[in-house]
């Protein structure tokens, strides 16, 4: 396929997945803050350090509370991962690859910016209401992509920067705790960490299951499970697994082996969440080894825009015209 | 909803007699529009308009940086046309595309019609469409214009004209192929129980015609559609097109030129393509050759196509029966190539760069249209009866700086359809353009764009000038009528 078009599929499913995951950490926030002490003061600020936009949020506002951060977060133009901004990037993208996809694909994506521009624009629903349909459409197009898109490299690639994006989000929210002024172990703040551990599990729909598996809803379980757990479909390492496994399909080249920089970067990551324990991570501390993991992921988009989406002619050699499709 | 207080106000209505009953032919529509619950039109109208926004089915406007993207406005009314009137354009477009082709390779190689004194030399050489890196060249199968969009007018005695030819990128067909599926929704049996023609197989037909003119050495050929961008204003219609032919839509950067081979930029390399439909104009084809400074085109492509290693279609050159002082000689080419009298007549013509014809126009310029020979989608006209004196004195000035670029032309009084408006039915001008293709056939699309001028009393159909569209049914046969009824006979069948 066309090296714009994959550029194009990979960063139109990187946007919708990216409004969803802000349309999660808002209302989380949102809850979290309604179940503080009274005598605790809200905290809005975390949540923009989560999405890694401070600076441009204090370019464009003073001070971070609910009325400046929702509005940065959810409908900000000026703000280039807004829900907003996110949604109509990944229209636009869309637009560009509209044969590509299938007619079912191009209407969610259509719909989910139609809604949330209208929204925007003095738009009557509640602010939840709001978020559950961001989230819902982005349900929306991921299962059009999955049911009427061909299973092949479109589908891949759109698949990949699904995960990809989906991976980094996780482990930014899982960050928020290292943000969030708390009080430490007093009594009184053990219950109010176990809010927040748990407000965390559920940005990710994570905590129905996470009770199935650990029951008590404990730091450092929770930690492993966002991390390392093998089947839950929002964890890092779930999310970079199945991401590898597409990169393959799409080169053919064997699963456990590389043939270009994304293939290797991506499979080192894979396996060294597999054999990472949690209890080491945390020893080692959490937000360090999420920054790195953060810069790992950076690495895997930069490879594979080097391996995918920008191939240049190297000059002096013929083009490779034996392929067929 | 009534038809009741519906008036054609002396004009020719598509529809409705001059005595205000519905034209025989066509009562099966009139009478289930006229059954229909009151609001319930209005409803479906709006419903059809949403859906067109849903499933993204817009147009950017030139000129316009809010970057928002509209709708081409859409009425349901449909415009009909009867099966004899429709195998009598058939005829006349498919003489006049065969014409136009034996014409442009003409120009391209001997040139025998200038020698023959037929039309002047100068017409042609200076034509804008005219490219002379096409002199010498054979194009697959010896087809130039492959997809030809010509616009057909209808004046108040029901005659039919050729208003222009349009041989470079006409664009539009989408737009029919979606007013179909749009009314196809909305009046299901009124389609059925009139036998209306399908237009579904347009791109299917298109698609054959891009395998056919592939280059010799294609074994299976590579098609790619060409498109400026997202932001080009028919840029649904390129995206649409590549889907519905199943074929790569690409931009210039995703292509670059080796070895006189064309190829297309893949996550697993480079890929040869043999056949371009490109909905780009020539000036921007290829940096190389025309403007360096096309960022839309490939540089290199022009030598390729010379070497046969890529087919374009249309073919570059095309452009020079494109030209509006060419289209004024087109009776002559269709005499000259074929030795038949045209069988859909012109507008009639008046030629700027004529002294005599000139001075006509600019003695009458309050009765004529006044035409640009080179632009398209009704820019720089002016519509004698519509004008202010500030606007004829421009032109005047205009014509007499440059002749050659300016025709005159009658204006007609053009026919109107019922037309949504403000909730009651109105009428308004239209046109309609149908689509031909030429592969190793002539295939005449059975239907067309009908453009419909929105404002009252407008005579600009033109989607940049506040123009809609509408669906075009052509039946299948001739109706069946009950006792008592006559049909009117189109005036040339």
């Known amino acids: 396929m066309l090296s714009r078009v994959a550029e194009s599929i990979y960063w139109m499913s990187r946007y919708v997945e990216r409004a969803e995951n802000v349309a999660r950490f808002v209302e989380v926030n949102e809850h979290l803050m309604l179940d503080l002490p009274p005598e605790m003061p809200p905290q809005w600020g975390p949540l923009v350090e989560i999405t890694g936009d401070m600076a441009a949020f204090h370019r464009l506002y003073s001070t971070a509370d609910q009325q400046s951060v929702c509005g940065f977060l959810t409908f900000d133009p000026n703000n280039p991962n807004s829900i907003l901004s996110a949604l109509r990037a990944a229209r636009e993208n869309a637009r560009s690859v509209r044969p590509s996809l299938s007619s079912e694909v191009w209407a969610e994506v259509n719909r989910a910016y139609l809604y949330a521009k209208g929204q925007s624009a003095g738009g009557t629903e509640s602010l939840y209401d709001f978020l559950r349909a961001v989230i819902r459409s982005s349900h929306g197009v991921e299962g059009a992509t999955n049911a009427t898109l061909s299973h092949s490299e479109e589908w891949h690639f759109s698949r990949i920067g699904r995960l990809l994006e989906r991976a980094d989000k996780t482990a930014r929210i899982l960050d928020i705790r290292y943000f969030t002024l708390l009080p430490g172990r007093e009594p009184v703040g053990r219950s109010v960490d176990d809010l927040h551990w748990t407000a965390v599990l559920q940005s990710v729909s994570a905590l129905e299951m996470y009770r199935h598996r650990h029951g008590m809803v404990r730091p450092e379980a929770t930690a492993e499970f966002l991390l390392l757990n093998r089947h839950f479909p929002r964890s890092v390492r779930n999310c970079l697994k199945r991401a590898d496994e597409s990169l393959h399909a799409i080169t053919g080249t064997p699963e456990g082996s590389f043939r270009n920089p994304a293939e290797r970067r991506l499979g080192r990551l894979v396996a060294e969440l597999a054999y990472t324990a949690i209890g080491e991570v945390i020893e080692d501390g959490l937000h360090e080894f999420l920054d790195e993991l953060q810069v790992k992921l950076n690495g895997v988009g930069e490879a594979l825009h080097q391996s995918f989406f920008a191939p240049r002619f190297t000059s002096g050699r013929r083009p490779d015209t034996t392929l067929e499709e | ?493």
Request: with cysteine.
């Open chain 2, 1 to 493: 909803m009534t038809f009741a207080n519906y008036d054609t106000g002396g004009f020719y209505d598509e529809l409705f007699l001059a005595d205000g009953s519905p034209r025989p032919e066509f009562h099966q529509l009139v009478d289930r529009i006229t059954s229909l619950p009151a609001g319930d039109f209005a409803r479906r109208q709006r419903a059809a308009e949403r859906n067109l926004v849903h499933t993204g089915i817009t147009f950017n406007v030139y000129g316009d940086d809010s970057g928002e993207e509209r709708i081409l406005p859409f009425d349901l009314v449909p415009r009909l046309v009867t099966s004899e009137e429709w195998r009598w354009i058939e005829r006349g477009l498919e003489q006049r595309i065969r014409a136009l082709n034996l014409f442009i390779d003409d120009i391209y190689h001997d040139q025998k019609i200038l020698r023959d004194r037929v039309i002047p030399g100068d017409v042609v050489r200076s034509s804008q469409g005219f490219r002379e890196e096409c002199m010498g060249l054979n194009p697959p199968l010896g087809v130039w214009s492959h997809i030809t969009g010509t616009d057909l007018v209808r004046d108040s005695d029901g005659q039919i004209y050729v208003l222009e030819d349009n041989l470079r990128v006409p664009s539009g067909v989408s737009y029919v192929l979606q007013n179909r599926a749009v009314l196809k929704r909305t009046f299901p049996n009124v389609l059925r129980g009139l036998g209306v023609r399908g237009v579904n197989g347009y791109p299917g037909r298109l698609r054959a015609i891009l395998d056919d003119v592939a280059p010799p050495d294609a074994r299976r050929a590579k098609l790619a559609v060409l498109t400026p961008g997202r932001y080009n204003s028919a840029y649904f219609e390129h995206s649409f097109l590549a889907h519905q032919m199943g074929v790569e839509l690409v931009e210039g950067s995703d292509l670059a030129v080796e070895d006189d081979q064309v190829f297309m930029r893949t996550t697993a390399g480079l890929r040869r393509v043999h056949t371009i439909y490109r909905r780009i104009d020539d000036d921007y084809l290829d940096p190389r050759v025309s403007r360096p400074d096309s960022l839309l085109g490939i540089p290199g492509v022009m030598e390729a196509y010379r070497r046969n290693r890529v087919t374009l279609v249309n073919a570059p050159g095309t452009g020079v029966a494109d030209d509006k002082v060419v289209y004024a000689y087109v009776p002559k080419i269709i005499k000259y190539y074929l030795g038949e009298d045209a069988v859909i007549p012109n507008v009639p013509t008046y030629m700027c760069w004529d002294d005599r014809q000139r001075d006509h126009v600019l003695e009458n310029l309050k009765d004529l249209v006044v035409k640009p020979a080179n632009e398209s989608g009704g820019y720089g006209m002016l519509i004698g009866p519509h004008s202010t004196a500030a606007d004829r004195e421009e032109f005047r000035r205009r014509i007499r700086e440059n002749g050659r670029n300016y025709i005159g032309q009658t204006t007609l009084s053009l026919s109107r359809v019922p037309t949504m408006v403000d909730g009651r039915f109105e009428g308004r001008h239209v046109d309609l353009r149908p689509f031909i293709l030429y592969g190793r056939d002539v295939f005449v699309l059975p239907g067309g764009l009908t453009r419909v001028a929105l404002r009252k009393g407008s005579l600009v159909v033109n989607s940049s000038q506040g123009g809609g569209s509408k669906d075009t049914w052509v039946l299948a046969q001739p109706p069946k009528l009950t006792d008592g009824q006559t049909l009117q006979r189109c005036p040339d069948c």
